[in-house]
């Protein structure tokens, strides 16, 4: 559960800023409570697209991952149609920009190897995304419709298997209409709610800002589907390690401890600098499955994933963590900003929604496929990831994290289930608030387990078992 933390309150006076709130699906499309982007980014790179633009975060968060830079004059003409060449390149940037093994002869009879885009379309029709058309065109130039940005993000995602329903959830669409699959597939991942007259528009073009849209919410999805990739080129705490837990307070960085978890926010670049060159570790602590009203991105999370308030924290309501297209950006940014700011790892709070009365319907599988989505999030930013409580779920999702934080287990006669991450060698931070040293530390040292004693609030005091 989410730690007191008093110093955090203090933020929201000066913190939250005012939050555009977004619609999604394509231009002019309505919007849908679960459909407000969910990333904020405080300033904008074009002239031509204001702070109040739609789609602003996305064109924003386009042109920061490098898939378009714009025009020359610094404007981004987000109402100007997109061809089918230019997706093309947008969706090679996307990937990577992969190395291209460029055959002699084009794969299309009007693309030319000397045209602007010739190795993204090449690239495109190597991977499947796009055979062209029937008479051995691909019409470049072309307006790029919303029905084929249905088919290239269905194949890009690898064709997963996906069976499309018997009643279209667009009334300008039957299961026999061309692309049927390929568009009900991207409503069901959330990328598209359609338009407010309940039509899907197939044959219209798109425009830049819509393609924006397209490419963000499904590249998430994308993404979430992912396994996690482990690089290896990352800290990851030790077993027996020492730790301080500090969530409210200022903080003390004099600790006797090798590792320090604390508050994302309230913790500076700066501090952890200072306790780098101390010999120091430090992971950043976040909430992964509430919404806090205080945090600064709290306008970022729409009411419909929103729930129930946490027993005992009242400025906290669970997260619907099904709707990953709307939460696994915030989580990114948040954990962009732990890596800034130079920490090591991070400690994703409220993971164990499932067993809660969160005010969603949540099953196991849902809370085991947001926490490896979370994982990957962390290890692709070269992070140490914590897995914090959630102890039903240890053992399969153990491979996935690499040192787990856990409260009151010896309370509770759980601490057992902790020693698949002992096992593994990963280190397990444990502590508890109400029982003293005498009654746990024995047996959780024998376990393996970095315990303390802590006050509820985690302030600066600690009372470490002894070694």
């Not at 849908?32 to 702070?51: E, I, K, M, Q, T």
Request: with cysteine; charged share 20%; net charge neutral.
């Amino acid at each position: 559960m989410c730690e007191l933390n008093p110093g955090r309150l203090l933020r929201t006076v000066v913190a939250i800023a005012t939050v555009i709130l977004m619609t999604f699906g394509y231009a002019n499309s309505a919007s849908a409570s679960n459909s407000v982007p969910p990333v904020v980014y405080r300033s904008s790179l074009f002239s031509d697209v204001g702070f109040d633009a739609k789609f602003h975060t996305e064109i924003i968060w386009l042109a920061r991952q490098k898939i378009t830079t714009g025009y020359s004059d610094g404007s981004f003409h987000p109402k100007e149609s997109v061809s089918r060449e230019a997706f093309a390149a947008f969706l090679y940037r996307l990937a990577g920009k992969p190395a291209v093994a460029l055959p002699s002869r084009s794969p299309f009879k009007d693309v030319n190897k000397s045209d602007q885009f010739y190795k993204e379309i090449v690239w495109l029709a190597s991977q499947g995304i796009t055979t062209g058309y029937s008479d051995g065109t691909f019409r470049p130039e072309g307006n790029i419709t919303r029905e084929a940005i249905a088919a290239f993000l269905y194949r890009e995602a690898g064709k997963p298997s996906f069976s499309p329903p018997t009643k279209s959830p667009f009334r300008d669409m039957t299961p026999r209409s061309s692309f049927y699959k390929e568009v009900t597939w991207l409503a069901k991942s959330g990328v598209t709610t359609g338009y407010s007259d309940g039509t899907f528009r197939p044959k219209s073009s798109v425009t830049r800002e819509a393609t924006a849209a397209f490419l963000y919410r499904g590249h998430a999805s994308l993404e979430s589907s992912k396994p996690v990739v482990d690089s290896g080129d990352r800290w990851v705490p030790a077993v027996g390690d020492s730790w301080q837990w500090q969530l409210s307070g200022s903080l003390d960085t004099g600790v006797s401890a090798q590792v320090f978890d604390v508050d994302a926010y309230d913790t500076s670049a700066a501090q952890v600098q200072y306790l780098h060159s101390k010999g120091r570790y430090v992971i950043c602590y976040i909430s992964a499955g509430s919404y806090e009203s205080y945090s600064p991105d709290s306008g970022s999370f729409p009411s419909a994933v929103r729930g129930q308030t946490l027993d005992g924290w009242q400025d906290e309501r669970w997260l619907d963590i099904r709707q990953l297209n709307v939460l696994l950006p915030i989580m990114a940014a948040r954990m962009d900003m732990c890596a800034k700011k130079g920490f090591d790892a991070v400690e994703p709070d409220n993971v164990d929604g499932y067993q809660n009365q969160t005010g969603f319907a949540l099953t196991a599988k849902d809370q085991d496929t947001y926490n490896r989505a979370i994982a990957k999030l962390a290890r692709d930013r070269g992070l140490a990831v914590g897995l914090k409580n959630d102890l039903d779920q240890v053992a399969q999702l153990e491979p996935f994290f690499d040192f787990a934080v856990n409260e009151q287990c010896a309370e509770y006669g759980e601490c057992t289930m902790l020693t698949p991450f002992i096992q593994a060698g990963k280190p397990v931070f444990h502590v508890e608030y109400d029982l003293p040293l005498s009654s746990f530390c024995s047996t959780t040292t024998k376990l393996g387990f970095s315990s303390m004693r802590k006050n509820l609030d985690l302030d600066a005091a600690r009372e470490p078992c002894p070694k």
